[in-house]
């Protein structure tokens, strides 16, 4: 199993003009500005990763009763401790494979292969039993970090797009959980035609930009205002787009590690945002038409009306 394995046509305005002038300052000041702003996001990138997690095991229906009680976890997270019925779930799959007898290795080797089958863990490198009946299981948790909609179903995925086993009815996941829509393929599946825990969607490379774009998005103030990534189009034109409740669709382009010299900056994207959201307020505000922020000054089509 391989683990780890719409054109518009646009209008300037004033207004934007104004915002450019206000937010972005001029030339000069605005390639400084992008240099250390981009070199902030990266930063972010990795120390963001778990901001969605807390609230994520709420809403799962429960499928056991009661805690984990014999489960331990040598490498264990936050999210993972607040997440009693996924525990209890882990210890079921291990017992299930262990057996009565202490002594059973291969009973242990099964474990721990169910274990990584799971998805739930990117590496385990070891599995034992105490004397007295606690399992122990020294790996790697994976990092729920999005959800990918497939029909009528929302897919959790990890940190590197890795399907987990976590679905939801569509629009039912924690708020807090990017919402990428738009891929092109189903999730992964075994040779048995069951969802592949685990494993990275296949031929997804929509899926890998709509997930750098949520992490670039994770510390804004309107974060989440944004209800869904639009990754539809981005195999033939390169461009994502960031849905809005009741408010207009951001044309952002090109994800934030595929740099262009035709589009401005990730960093200047999130300032034009930024400079939207405090001049206008919510985005709820503005008409629902197409906004471009891929350019110096962000265009769309008919905001010149206002």
């Excluded at 992008?34 to 963001?48: K, N, P, Q, T, Y």
């Excluded at 033939?236 to 382009?253: I, Q």
Aim: hydrophobic letters at 40%.
């Amino acid at each position: 199993m391989s683990r780890r394995k719409r054109s518009q046509t646009t209008e300037e305005h004033p207004v934007i003009e104004r915002l450019a002038d206000r937010f972005l300052g001029n030339g000069a000041a605005r390639r400084a500005a992008r240099i250390v702003a981009w070199s902030l996001l990266i930063l972010g990138f990795a120390g963001g990763i778990g901001f969605a997690v807390p609230e994520l095991l709420e809403q799962r229906a429960e499928r056991l009763s009661g805690t984990s009680s014999r489960l331990q976890l040598a490498q264990t997270t936050d999210w993972f401790e607040r997440s009693p019925k996924l525990a209890g779930e882990l210890e079921q799959l291990i017992l299930e494979q262990l057996g009565q007898d202490p002594t059973d290795r291969d009973g242990l080797v099964r474990a721990h292969v169910a274990l990584l089958e799971s998805g739930w863990f990117t590496k385990i490198e070891r599995l034992h039993r105490k004397a007295d009946g606690t399992i122990v299981v020294d790996g790697t948790l994976a990092q729920p970090f999005a959800v990918v909609r497939w029909g009528k179903t929302d897919h959790l995925i990890d940190i590197d797009g890795c399907l987990l086993d976590w679905p939801y009815e569509s629009g039912t996941a924690s708020p807090l959980l990017p919402v990428l829509i738009g891929a092109r393929t189903p999730p992964p599946v075994d040779d048995a035609g069951r969802h592949d825990f685990g494993t990275r969607w296949a031929e997804a490379r929509e899926i890998e930009a709509g997930l750098v774009l949520a992490h670039a998005l994770q510390d804004r103030a309107w974060q989440r205002e944004i209800t869904a990534i639009d990754i539809s189009t981005y195999p033939e034109d390169r461009c994502l787009w960031l849905e809005t409740n009741g408010g207009p669709r951001f044309r952002w382009g090109q994800a934030p590690d595929e740099m262009s010299a035709a589009e401005i900056s990730p960093a200047d994207k999130l300032r034009t945002l930024d400079a939207f959201h405090e001049f206008y307020g919510r985005f709820n505000t503005l008409p629902q038409n197409d906004v471009d922020i891929r350019y110096d000054i962000a265009t769309q089509t008919r905001l010149a009306s206002e």
